[in-house]
C-alpha cells in the first residue's frame, strides 16, 4: 500500500448516503473513490455542498467545517448556498457562486493534502480547486462528469430559438482556466475526454485517462415488501421493463410513453413498464398507471426496493435526447442493468454503442419515432422465452468495465501515483 497521504475529493450533486436522511441511497463515483482510498488508509476529505440536488432540499448538517458523519467514512466538509428550484435558472448560477466562495475562503483553514481530485461540474468548484492547487503547488486531478456550459447553452437555445453558444463569460474563462491549469484530465468515456481536451485548446498528456462510471458487484440489500405493499407481483410471468430516473419531458421518455399507449392488447398482456422516479411526467405517468394494468408506477424509490425491482426484470429503459452530450456518455444506469443482467432498449448511439453494440445487448429504435418503438415493443412481446432469461454477456460485461472494485482499484492507484509525482 502506497504511504499515507490526504485526498480532497470535491462533488457537490451526489447523495451522501453516510448521512442518515440519505442512508438509503447508495455511493456513486466521487462517494465511491472516497470509501475506497480511506479505505486503504489514507486522509479523505470529500467536499459537498449543503444543498441536495436531486431532492431540491437542504440538508440537516453542520457546515463549513470538517465532519464525520459514518465513523466508517470518509471525514466531510459540506458547503453553504441557497439553493435552486429549477435545473436551469439564474438562482442555479448563484448557487455554484456561493459554493465556489465558501470553497475558496475555507480551504486555506484546512490541512494541505498532497492531491485533489475535482468533478466537472461544476465549472465554479473546478476553476476554484485548480486555482488553490496552483497556489500551493497541489495536484489536481479534473474528472470531466458533464459536458458543461455546452449542455445548457444548447438547452436555451432550444427553449428560446436564440443562439446562446459561448455567451456566459465567466464559465468560459473559469472553464478554461481550469482545464488548462489542470495536472491531469481524466473522464467517464473517451468521446467526453476528447470534448474536454478540444473545448478548452488541452494539450493531451500521458496522464490523462478515461475511468468509467461503475457500482459494486456485492449483492445489494432487497426490499421487496415496498413492492408487495403496492400490489406489484415481480414474480408474474411477465417481460419487465424498468425505467429508474428522473421523468421529465426533456428526454424521449414521451416517446416510449406513445408506444406503450399504442400497443395492441396481446402485446400489453405480456408486458409490464415499471416507472420509478420524478418529475414533470409523474402525473402523466401516475394516470396511465391507474388506466393500464401494464404500467406500474412507483415514484421516487429506495435504493432496496431498485434492487429487488433489477433483480426480477429483463430490459432497462433509456430513453434519451439524441443530444451530443449523451451520445459521447454512459450514464449510470448501464452499470445497474449490466449486473443485473439486464439488457438495454434506448436510443443512443455513441459511447453506448461503442461499448454494448458488440455484446448484443441494445435493442434500438430511432429517436422520437412512437410507432418504430411501438414494433419493437411488439417484437419484445412476442419471443418470451428471449427476453426474459438472463443476458450473461451484460454480466460479463460489467465485471470487465463497471465493477467498482475493479474500475475504483485501478482509479485509486492513478491518484496514489499522481500525488506520489506531484505537479507537472
Known amino acids: 500500500m502506497a504511504e499515507q497521504m490526504r485526498v480532497w475529493i470535491i462533488k457537490t450533486g451526489e447523495p451522501v448516503p453516510h448521512l442518515p436522511a440519505e442512508s438509503g441511497d447508495r455511493l456513486f463515483r466521487a462517494g465511491l473513490m472516497a470509501q475506497t482510498l480511506h479505505e486503504r488508509g489514507h486522509h479523505v476529505t470529500w467536499w459537498t455542498g449543503c444543498f441536495h440536488h436531486q431532492l431540491k432540499i437542504m440538508r440537516d448538517v453542520v457546515h463549513s467545517t470538517p465532519v464525520r458523519p459514518n465513523p466508517d467514512g470518509p471525514e466531510m466538509i459540506f ?63 479534473l474528472d470531466i462528469r458533464d459536458l458543461w456550459p455546452d449542455i445548457f447553452y444548447e438547452r436555451i437555445t432550444a427553449k428560446t430559438g436564440l443562439p446562446f453558444k459561448n ?64 400490489g406489484v407481483d415481480l414474480d408474474a410471468p411477465k417481460t419487465r421493463l424498468v425505467w429508474a430516473g428522473t421523468l421529465i419531458s426533456d428526454l424521449d421518455i414521451q416517446t416510449l410513453l406513445k408506444a406503450i399507449e399504442a400497443l ?33 408506477f412507483g415514484g421516487w424509490v429506495s435504493q432496496n426496493a431498485l ?37 438495454v432498449l434506448t436510443n443512443l448511439k455513441g459511447e453506448m454503442q461503442r461499448v454494448l453494440g458488440s455484446e448484443d445487448l441494445l435493442i434500438s429504435y430511432p429517436t422520437g419515432d412512437a410507432e418504430a418503438l411501438c414494433a419493437r415493443l411488439v417484437e419484445i412481446a412476442e419471443d ?29 492507484d492513478y491518484i496514489e501515483q499522481i500525488a506520489h509525482e506531484g505537479c507537472t
Not at 188 to 210: C, N, P, S, Y
Not at 268 to 296: N, Y
Not at 311 to 337: E, T, W
Open 79 to 141: 458547503l453553504p448556498s441557497k439553493g435552486y428550484k429549477r435545473h436551469i435558472s439564474p438562482a442555479r448560477f448563484i448557487d455554484h457562486a456561493q459554493i465556489r466562495r465558501a470553497f475558496t475562503r475555507l480551504a486555506p483553514l484546512q490541512t494541505r493534502p498532497d492531491v485533489i481530485l475535482c468533478a466537472w461540474p461544476t465549472i465554479d468548484l473546478a476553476f476554484a480547486a485548480v486555482q488553490f492547487g496552483r497556489a500551493h503547488n497541489i495536484p489536481v486531478v
Open 167 to 230: 455567451y456566459f463569460l465567466p464559465w468560459e474563462r473559469m472553464g478554461k482556466r481550469a482545464v488548462q491549469g489542470a495536472d491531469a484530465l481524466i473522464s467517464i468515456t473517451g468521446g467526453m475526454l476528447e470534448w474536454g481536451q478540444h473545448r478548452f485548446a488541452r494539450e493531451t498528456t500521458k496522464r490523462d485517462r478515461v475511468f468509467h462510471q461503475s457500482q459494486s458487484a456485492t449483492q445489494m440489500r432487497e426490499d421487496l415488501g415496498f413492492w408487495a405493499e403496492r
Open 264 to 296: 395492441p392488447e396481446a402485446a400489453a398482456r405480456e408486458l409490464e413498464f415499471v416507472f420509478c422516479g420524478s418529475g414533470d411526467l409523474s402525473p402523466r405517468i401516475e394516470q396511465m398507471a391507474e388506466r393500464l394494468p401494464h404500467v406500474v
Open 307 to 343: 434492487n429487488a425491482l433489477y433483480a426480477r426484470s429483463h430490459i432497462g429503459l433509456m430513453c434519451y435526447l439524441d443530444r451530443f452530450d449523451f451520445q459521447l456518455s454512459i450514464p449510470n444506469k448501464v452499470a445497474d442493468f449490466t449486473r443485473s443482467e439486464l439488457r
Open 384 to 412: 418470451p422465452a428471449h427476453y426474459r432469461s438472463p443476458a450473461p454477456k451484460a454480466r460479463a460485461l460489467f465485471e470487465r468495465q463497471f465493477d467498482a472494485h475493479v474500475v475504483m482499484s485501478e482509479f485509486a
